[in-house]
């Protein structure tokens, strides 16, 4: 299903993390902690620099034209 501007999003904290939570920062570590797919592309994008298939920044730069 495709998401459209009305398309509510939810995001589940548990009680306890949330409480635990001494500033924003902690909640947004537990949140992408919890993003499976998050962190899947986190783990290709390492793969990928180790085996030195990445580019770097200035690269990336000048292939958009910045």
Same mark, same amino acid.
């Given at each position: 299903?495709?998401?459209?501007?009305?398309?509510?999003?939810?995001?589940?904290?548990?009680?306890e993390v949330f409480e635990a939570a001494e500033?924003?920062? =902690?909640?947004? =570590?537990?949140?992408?902690?919890?993003?499976?797919?998050?962190?899947?592309?986190?783990?290709?994008?390492?793969?990928?620099h180790g085996r030195g298939d990445a580019k770097?920044?200035?690269?990336?730069?000048? =292939?958009?034209?910045?």
């Amino acid at each position: 299903m495709a998401k459209t501007k009305t398309t509510p999003e939810y995001v589940f904290i548990p009680v306890e993390v949330f409480e635990a939570a001494e500033t924003l920062e =902690d909640l947004e =570590d537990w949140l992408i902690a919890h993003n499976e797919e998050l962190l899947v592309r986190l783990r290709r994008a390492r793969e990928e620099h180790g085996r030195g298939d990445a580019k770097a920044a200035a690269e990336v730069r000048k =292939d958009l034209g910045l």
